[in-house]
């Protein structure tokens, strides 16, 4: 059976450096950093009281109240994201065939602050329940596509992926195999997470994954740098319309790059630790190169998943100079989560985006926040730091790692 073609014909991005896909492009080319002081609750008692936070934004510039106060926030900002990349993609829902279009979203937590408000508010009472009769629609993972292909009539697959922070990445893969075997002509897929919460950042402070740099947020963030002390937490959403190649030549689309494969692995080594010397990760890249057909050296840009936490950005790199060989000296390494803070479940999904902008504008963005070297990081590979740099790039990898082991692999081609 020939496999289908898949391109991308439509980005949408909500994040806490730019509210739009342009605005988040803008912000990762120069180098802006989205952490500050968390406005959302008190974080006097907090190990650590920053946060990517998103900007400016307003649900009900976008949603109306009514419909926006029956979503959590994961669910909101999915809305927003996928409307955007909809809106993008030029897709005219009045005559595409819904039941070839298909949702498949990720989300590595949900609905976590509706689940801890209606505890606290539980806690608070007199023991009798009197939970929202939206508290389960609310905070269940599978809500956002579910609420996406209500809106937009999608009748095609519908589910969300949970796979830690590699659950976007583990969407849109699913989405491209779908596609790929000739299921669906167009698929939304993409993730989104609103973990910055009471509950979020104490249960990420009690496990010491946190920045606890208060003093400096804004520097907190530091990928590679040998003086980093853990990931930042961000929030947002991004969006990619996948669609088959042909189907979108068909209606003139425009195609921002072709999604060659995916590659999935586990490390089968520990619940939150890394292996140290990269296993995992070095078999989902070299099992995304096989499923894309390419060689380590067609590879021009890999966006890591680099989150700035001691343990994962040396074995990363550990693992890229393995795969790549003498190779990964000629590579455009980065580090978007030096800007945006660390998505979680969506962080696969906006480094997808910022790897198929940097294609399409021939700029790799910068990973920022870098003065000290690690003398456990190979000083010859190219981590593009604290200064954007030109490159034309045909071929860019995102990686993806969550908890548990998950690994996931990307590979995007700019097309001639």
């Given at each position: 059976?020939?496999?289908k073609?898949?391109?991308?014909?439509?980005?949408?991005?909500?994040t806490?450096?730019g509210?739009?896909?342009?605005?988040?492009w803008?912000g990762?080319?120069?180098?802006?950093?989205?952490?500050?002081?968390i406005?959302?609750?008190?974080?006097?008692?907090?190990?650590?009281?920053?946060?990517?936070?998103l900007?400016?934004?307003?649900?009900n510039?976008?949603?109306?109240?009514?419909?926006?106060?029956?979503?959590?926030?994961?669910?909101?900002?999915?809305m927003?994201?996928?409307?955007e990349?909809?809106?993008?993609?030029?897709?005219?829902?009045d005559?595409?065939?819904?039941l070839?279009?298909?949702?498949?979203?990720?989300?590595?937590?949900?609905?976590?602050?509706?689940?801890?408000?209606?505890?606290l508010?539980?806690?608070?009472?007199?023991?009798t329940?009197?939970?929202?009769?939206?508290?389960?629609?609310?905070?269940i993972?599978d809500?956002a596509?579910?609420?996406?292909?209500?809106?937009?009539?999608?009748?095609?697959?519908?589910?969300?992926?949970?796979?830690?922070?590699?659950?976007?990445?583990?969407?849109?893969?699913?989405?491209l195999?779908?596609?790929?075997?000739?299921?669906?002509?167009?698929?939304?897929?993409?993730?989104?997470?609103?973990?910055?919460?009471?509950?979020?950042?104490?249960?990420f402070?009690?496990?010491?994954?946190?920045?606890?740099?208060?003093?400096?947020?804004?520097t907190?963030?530091?990928?590679f740098?040998?003086?980093?002390?853990?990931?930042?937490?961000?929030e947002?959403?991004g969006?990619?319309?996948?669609?088959?190649y042909?189907h979108a030549?068909?209606?003139?689309a425009?195609?921002?790059?072709?999604?060659?494969?995916?590659?999935l692995?586990s490390?089968?080594?520990?619940?939150?630790a890394p292996?140290?010397?990269?296993?995992?990760?070095?078999?989902?890249?070299?099992?995304?190169?096989?499923?894309?057909?390419?060689?380590?050296?067609?590879?021009?840009?890999?966006?890591?998943?680099?989150?700035s936490?001691?343990?994962?950005?040396?074995?990363?790199?550990k693992?890229?100079?393995?795969?790549?060989?003498?190779?990964?000296?000629?590579i455009?390494?980065?580090?978007?989560?030096?800007?945006?803070?660390?998505?979680?479940?969506?962080?696969?999904?906006?480094?997808?985006?910022?790897?198929?902008?940097?294609?399409?504008?021939g700029?790799?963005?910068?990973?920022?926040n870098?003065?000290?070297?690690?003398?456990?990081i190979?000083?010859?590979?190219?981590?593009?730091?604290?200064?954007?740099?030109?490159?034309?790039?045909?071929?860019?990898?995102?990686?993806?790692?969550g908890?548990?082991?998950?690994n996931?692999?990307?590979?995007?081609?700019?097309?001639?």
């Amino acid at each position: 059976m020939e496999l289908k073609r898949v391109v991308v014909t439509g980005l949408g991005a909500l994040t806490p450096i730019g509210n739009t896909k342009d605005e988040y492009w803008s912000g990762l080319i120069s180098g802006k950093s989205g952490a500050a002081p968390i406005t959302y609750f008190d974080t006097e008692k907090f190990k650590t009281n920053f946060a990517c936070e998103l900007k400016d934004f307003n649900v009900n510039d976008f949603i109306h109240r009514k419909e926006s106060r029956r979503m959590d926030r994961f669910t909101q900002y999915a809305m927003v994201a996928s409307d955007e990349a909809i809106a993008d993609s030029n897709l005219n829902l009045d005559t595409v065939n819904k039941l070839r279009v298909g949702v498949i979203w990720g989300a590595g937590i949900g609905g976590l602050e509706t689940f801890q408000n209606e505890m606290l508010n539980y806690a608070a009472g007199d023991g009798t329940p009197r939970f929202n009769p939206f508290f389960i629609p609310k905070m269940i993972a599978d809500i956002a596509p579910g609420n996406i292909s209500i809106k937009n009539g999608f009748m095609g697959p519908n589910y969300t992926t949970v796979s830690a922070c590699a659950s976007s990445a583990n969407a849109m893969i699913d989405a491209l195999n779908y596609i790929r075997l000739g299921h669906c002509d167009v698929i939304v897929t993409g993730g989104s997470e609103a973990a910055v919460t009471i509950a979020g950042m104490g249960g990420f402070n009690g496990m010491h994954a946190l920045s606890t740099r208060n003093e400096s947020p804004e520097t907190a963030s530091r990928p590679f740098d040998s003086t980093r002390d853990g990931f930042v937490l961000g929030e947002g959403a991004g969006a990619i319309i996948l669609e088959e190649y042909e189907h979108a030549k068909a209606r003139g689309a425009k195609i921002y790059a072709e999604v060659l494969g995916g590659g999935l692995s586990s490390d089968a080594y520990h619940m939150t630790a890394p292996h140290p010397e990269g296993i995992g990760v070095i078999a989902v890249m070299r099992n995304c190169l096989e499923n894309a057909g390419l060689k380590p050296e067609d590879v021009d840009h890999i966006n890591t998943h680099g989150t700035s936490t001691p343990l994962g950005d040396v074995a990363e790199l550990k693992a890229i100079k393995k795969v790549f060989g003498e190779h990964a000296k000629n590579i455009n390494i980065n580090s978007t989560k030096s800007m945006t803070g660390h998505l979680l479940g969506a962080a696969g999904a906006i480094e997808s985006i910022a790897v198929i902008l940097a294609m399409q504008h021939g700029i790799v963005p910068p990973t920022i926040n870098h003065t000290t070297v690690d003398e456990n990081i190979d000083g010859e590979l190219n981590l593009t730091l604290n200064s954007p740099q030109k490159r034309d790039i045909k071929v860019a990898m995102s990686n993806t790692f969550g908890f548990g082991g998950h690994n996931a692999c990307v590979l995007f081609k700019k097309l001639d």
